[in-house]
Structure formats: C-alpha cells, structure tokens
C-alpha cells in the first residue's frame, strides 16, 4: 500500500483527488492514506464531510515558510492560487507567493521525500500567448509571449515558467520529479464564482439565468473531465524521475467558447446572448497536444465534452 500528499489541496484539484479515492479510482495505485497540506485544510472536514475519513489527515500549514512536511510515498505539489483577481489586484505579490512556495518546499524535499516521487502541477500558461498557426500547442514549445497576455495570466505564468526550473534542479540533485502542464478542466468541484468559464456558465443555468459571452473575438478552450485529470496526474507521477519529465495534461478536442455556452444553455433551457465579433481582433485559443503522455503515460482521453458536462451537472444536481 502506498500514501499520496497534496500540498495545496483544498482547491480543485486536492478535492477532485480526495472525490477520486473515496469512490476507489486510485487502487490502481494502492493508495490507503493521503495528507493534505494546505494554509486551511481543516475547513474541508466542515466544508466537504464526504470526502474526509480517518485516513485522510488535515494539516493547516502555509508551505512557503512551513519547517516540515509529512513523509509520502507520492506528492503532489498543487499550491497556488488560480483567482485571476489576485494576480491583477497584485501581480508581484503573487507572483512571489508561488515562487516562495515552490522553493521552501525545495528545500523541504531534500529532508523529507528523497526517496518520493513529485509532481508539480504547473500550467499551460507557461507557453505564453499560443500562436495563431498552432491549433495545439505541443511540449517543446518554448517560444511564447508572456508579455503579449492578459495581465491577469502574465505573472501567473511567469511564476510558474520560474517555478518548473526549480522542480528541473531538484531532479538534478537526484530526486524523482515530473511536471504536469495542466489546461482547462470539468467537475463538480470546479469553482463556479471565479474566472472560469465554464464554471461560470453552469452557475448561471442553475440559476436559471441566461448566459451571456462578453468577449469580441474568437475563444477556443477543451476540457477534460475531473476523473480523467486525477488519472493522467496519478500516472505521470509514477513516471518521476531525476530527468524531470514534463507532460501536457487536457483535452486536444477544441470547441469555442460560444458553442460551451450552448451546450450548457441546452442542459439547462436557459438563453446565451454573445457580443459582436471584432474580425480585427486575434482569436484566443488555448488548446494542448496530449500525444506525448498518451504515448509515455499510457493514459488517454475517453470523454468528450459534452459526457464531461453531463457528469459534472448531474453530480452537482444529486450532490453525489
């Protein structure tokens, strides 16, 4: 048997591995016991009952300045926030946050998971603005414009460009890491009052309120459903070593914004209204290759989007 920490893991990601394991999907990798690290990992017992029991241990400790973190056979490093209205707020603060959480847990590792496989959850966003001529943006792609993002994606990004050169050099030090890239997602957890989509959407229909698109150019996202990301990570992260392997982690099946807003709207019978289209503007996409960890991880996308929506409404609407 085999225990998993996740630090970090009271957001999306810490809540869809705990939903994963309290409904068997991680025997495959035997795992019995999983620590969370997070500034208010207590809250999940009040907040989210159902996804604690008394193998799941709670500890509350920030782990930018923390001395100690618990023993694991597997880790996973999911800390940091994701609320664009941090990064726009306060770019450099929260830039620093990241960085800062990264390299104590540096430090940490050497101590405590020598023996350990990582994973770092880093972001697609590190590509920079994805070019126009590449409908999916592949693992060697190194050339992306930060400067050209949003702002609210710019520090974000660089933190976590910043942040993935530590992980490489603890993997020159002799220990086992790996690096998730990870794009857009789907499920019950995702939080549906920040800057997701998608999220945002759902929330309007169960409210029965119209969905409207505010944006005047071309959006193209893909999501992959909670389940399958938690799948893909739990792979990669058998695939740690001292090279560091890095992996996109999402969905390569592309669909505008527009056409989500539809498929919600459809589930729901609510209307979608969308702003006029600006022909000057350059379309937005954000849509990875996920050849490389199909081919090396073994694992593989079996959900469209339209499944994937089907699950997360229907789990959300019987609270299972």
Not at 45 to 63: A, Q, V
Not at 172 to 196: E, Q, W
Not at 280 to 298: L, S
Request: hydrophobic share 40%.
């Amino acid at each position: 048997m085999a225990s998993l920490l996740i630090i970090g893991g009271s957001g999306f990601f810490g809540k869809s591995i705990l939903d994963s394991y309290k409904r068997g999907l991680l025997h495959p990798w035997e795992i019995d016991s999983i620590s969370i690290v997070a500034r208010n990992s207590t809250r999940l017992r009040h907040n989210f009952p159902g996804l604690i029991d008394k193998s799941i241990k709670l500890f509350d400790s920030d782990i930018s300045s923390c001395q100690e973190v618990p023993a694991a056979d597997y880790v996973i490093h999911a800390a940091a926030s994701t609320d664009a209205s941090r990064y726009f707020e306060r770019p450099e603060v929260e830039k620093a946050n990241v960085l800062g959480a990264v390299s104590n847990y540096a430090n940490l590792a050497q101590k405590f998971h020598k023996n350990s496989k990582i994973l770092y959850v880093s972001s697609g966003a590190i590509y920079g603005v994805q070019p126009h001529y590449l409908s999916n943006i592949s693992e060697d792609f190194f050339c992306g414009d930060i400067e050209g993002m949003d702002l609210t994606k710019r520090s974000y990004a660089a933190a976590k460009r910043d942040s993935e050169k530590i992980i490489e050099e603890l993997g020159s030090l002799g220990l086992s890491v790996s690096i998730a890239r990870c794009f857009a997602f789907v499920g019950k957890y995702l939080p549906r009052d920040k800057h997701f989509a998608i999220g945002n959407f759902i929330e309007d229909g169960l409210n029965g309120r119209a969905i409207r698109i505010n944006a005047t150019h071309r959006v193209y996202r893909s999501y992959m459903y909670a389940d399958e990301l938690v799948e893909w990570l739990m792979s990669i992260l058998c695939l740690s070593d001292n090279t560091c392997p890095t992996y996109n982690v999402g969905s390569d099946q592309s669909v505008e914004i527009l056409e989500v807003a539809r498929k919600v709207a459809k589930i729901f019978r609510v209307e979608v209204s969308a702003a006029a289209h600006n022909a000057y503007e350059e379309n937005d996409r954000y849509v990875p290759n996920i050849q490389k960890a199909c081919i090396q991880a073994g694992v593989s996308l079996n959900l469209n989007l339209d499944q994937s929506l089907e699950l997360t409404v229907n789990r959300i609407l019987s609270n299972e």
